[in-house]
């Protein structure tokens, strides 16, 4: 859905909640082929029996993409994804479990470039215990009305 949305149209607190998605044994496979991370807290079950966690985790990068991708349902054609900051794994994500996405709209300000203001989104990722897994602030790069 393309929705324009310029600076002005930005609410400080707003916020929007994704719905959940299972994290499973092939995302993480398909994600270690992508990235060439096979370490064995991703891949080894029989190690990891041995460690901490005793399971395999999800990598953190596979978590902060697939959220990502979850909040990207409405497009803002006034709007450019300008980075993440503050980027956290707080807790593991294993095999099976449930992650959804809160963003909410936490800071605006002028940017340099003549007709633009940055946006700052806190992403955080929740599992099905509502444990915070994943946190990081969202930067856009968006266009101003006048």
């Known amino acids: 859905m393309i929705q324009s949305q310029f600076l002005e149209d930005y609410v400080i607190g707003a916020s929007r909640e994704t719905m959940g998605r299972t994290i499973t044994e092939t995302d993480i496979v398909l994600h270690a082929g992508q990235t060439g991370d096979f370490y064995p807290h991703h891949m080894d079950a029989e190690w990891c029996k041995t460690q901490d966690f005793k399971q395999r985790i999800a990598h953190g990068t596979l978590i902060f993409s697939v959220a990502v991708g979850m909040t990207a349902g409405a497009i803002n ?4 994804s300008y980075g993440y900051d503050r980027l956290r794994f707080i807790k593991p994500v294993f095999i099976g479990d449930t992650i959804r996405v809160r963003v909410t709209i936490k800071e605006k300000r002028e940017h340099k470039k003549p007709g633009f203001g940055v946006v700052s989104e806190l992403l955080e990722v929740f ?3 509502q444990e915070t ?6 930067l856009l790069l968006v266009r101003k009305k006048s």
């Open 77 to 80: 054609p006034e709007a450019f």
């Open 127 to 129: 599992n099905q215990h």
């Open 133 to 138: 897994v994943l946190a990081c602030e969202h």
